[in-house]
């Protein structure tokens, strides 16, 4: 059973545009934990202290294997990407330098399907869709702690107007901020199109998780008629005020990939309340808490599994 120290710090590093919930529960008994899982991985990989972003990140392309997303979230690498085409005829990819439009083919699958039902609403072309992962996947040079595995990708909460953006308009145009009072509240920007886009995304089977800031969570409970379990995988998560993260659940056969713990039951929404109301009403700082850990340095070769090192060095 996962201990609670290592669940919070398995947080902590999701917590980048990858997050997890704080209130992930511990494993169940006699079920071996991401933390155990990720060290049996690694176990052969002990001394190769090199900083794994530095490597995954000068990788431009992907490997020739069999797909396979390797390891966690956030520790690991990703073998036989797929590019998400650029343009297609209901979605743009954008920030093409950073080349992080790159997952397993279920991410690419369900990326294009959910872009296809976008363009039905109204107002919408598609989607415009932000970071996958690296052609290897693996830690990224800078910003994600997750996306590292193929089945994480950001979805700009924008509403594409036209899908005939230039490369240097891709790079230039930013995504529409959603959110007032530091995430408390959705904005006059936020519209029952979002709601729809992320209901379907979350009725889908293929995902594990979707993150967005506190203040749509609460919206989308407010709002929510007739079957409502689809809002347990709306997971609370600052930073995400102007995208939507997507996390797909580890594909079938994979036996490489490490599994998430499932979300809490229940739909979520008093959870989702709490931090709002901590935004607006901040707690008072507990004089007891321990002081919080340093921040840690990059991710080495050694804390991702062993196999890794073959993704990084095959054709």
């Not at 919408?124 to 992962?133: F, P, Q, S, T």
């Not at 230039?166 to 709601?195: C, D, K």
Request: a neutral charge; glycine letters at 8%.
């Amino acid at each position: 059973m996962i201990h609670r120290a290592a669940t919070a710090a398995l947080v902590l590093l999701l917590a980048a545009c990858g997050g997890g919930s704080s209130t992930i529960p511990a494993a169940p008994a006699l079920q071996e934990s991401p933390d155990q899982a990720l060290a049996r991985m690694s176990a052969s990989n002990a001394n190769d202290t090199r900083v794994a972003r530095s490597l995954f990140g000068a990788v431009s392309g992907p490997t020739s294997q069999a797909p396979e997303a390797v390891g966690f979230y956030s520790r690991g690498c990703l073998a036989g990407a797929q590019e998400l085409p650029e343009t297609g005829a209901t979605w743009q990819a954008m920030r093409l330098s950073r080349n992080r439009n790159w997952g397993t083919p279920e991410l690419i699958s369900f990326l294009q399907d959910l872009s296809r039902f976008a363009a039905t609403q109204p107002g919408w072309a598609g989607l415009y869709v932000g970071d996958l992962g690296q052609p290897r996947g693996g830690p990224a040079l800078t910003g994600h702690a997750s996306h590292q595995v193929g089945l994480d990708a950001d979805i700009w909460l924008r509403a594409p107007d036209r899908l005939n953006l230039s490369r240097a308009e891709r790079e230039s145009i930013s995504s529409t901020l959603m959110a007032r009072t530091s995430g408390a509240y959705t904005n006059a920007s936020w519209t029952p199109q979002h709601e729809a886009i992320l209901r379907h995304a979350a009725q889908d089977p293929r995902v594990e998780r979707i993150f967005i800031f506190p203040g749509a969570k609460v919206a989308m409970c407010a709002n929510a008629t007739g079957d409502r379990s689809w809002l347990s995988k709306i997971r609370p998560l600052g930073g995400h005020d102007t995208h939507f993260h997507v996390r797909l659940s580890c594909p079938a056969g994979d036996t490489s990939c490490v599994t998430q713990d499932p979300v809490p039951p229940g739909d979520g929404c008093a959870e989702a309340q709490r931090w709002v109301d901590n935004i607006i009403n901040p707690p008072p700082r507990d004089p007891n808490a321990p002081p919080p850990a340093p921040p840690r340095g990059p991710v080495l070769m050694n804390e991702l599994p062993a196999q890794c090192l073959a993704v990084l060095g095959s054709n």
